[in-house]
């Protein structure tokens, strides 16, 4: 299946998108396909990587989050089934998977994350989350108390809502542009890697 928007040709990018890219690749070994379909239009490609990284790399703005590189990517891989997102559910659920250590979790936290192998301050924290993807017109002063009581503060709740809603942005990005998930995502955190000699 192809994408409904053909992708850039990496040479013709302005310099900075094509650095980072290039960046990615050499860190990953392949270009995720959401960074060459968004840079069809550079000015959004930019807005959406900087407010990507604010979320998902808070030390990249110089500020701290109350939550681990994993339980960003847990808010993303769960929300995203919610918003039935292939590309996102692969792709973070494959991140989520390295961060964890847990080659089954991003498979549970996508299909029912209060069945998941996670903790209850965990469980909380996407109850959350999916009560933001579904119903953010319903969040009320007992959500923030539910969370309080697992230790997230108020900066760690704007956190979760903010992640929740930037990656429901992007889902939906990716299903009418129909952006696939590149096939390395689908292994990536299953099998642990041999160790060399």
């Known amino acids: ?15 900075d998108i094509r650095a980072r890219i290039v960046e990615v ?5 392949f270009i995720p396909n959401v960074f060459l379909a968004f840079a069809r239009r550079p000015a959004e490609w930019r807005a959406f990587f ?32 919610a918003n039935h997102c292939l590309y996102c559910v692969v792709a973070h659920g494959a991140i989520l998977r390295i961060y964890e250590k847990k080659p ?4 549970q936290v996508a299909v029912n994350h209060r069945k998941a192998d996670i903790s209850p301050r965990q469980r909380a924290m996407l109850d959350f989350a999916m ?10 002063d007992a959500d923030f108390e539910a969370l309080h009581v697992h230790g997230f503060d108020d900066e760690d709740i704007w956190d979760i809502a903010a ?12 299903n009418f542009s129909h952006m696939m998930p590149n ?8 099998v642990p890697k041999a160790k060399s000699a």
Do not use: W
């Open 104 to 107: 089954l979790v991003a498979d």
């Open 163 to 174: 992640i929740t809603a930037f990656f429901g942005l992007s889902n939906r990005m990716a």
């Open 183 to 190: 096939p390395e995502f689908y292994l990536m955190g299953r």
């Open 25 to 29: 690749q050499a860190k990953t070994g």
């Open 1 to 15: 299946m192809t994408p409904r928007y053909p992708h850039p040709d990496l040479d013709t990018l302005p310099e």
């Open 131 to 140: 009560k933001v993807c579904l119903h953010a017109d319903e969040i009320e």
């Open 50 to 81: 900087a407010y990507h990284d604010a979320l998902m790399a808070p030390e990249s703005v110089g500020r701290t989050s109350g939550l681990t590189k994993g339980e960003r990517e847990m808010i993303v891989t769960a929300t995203s089934a």
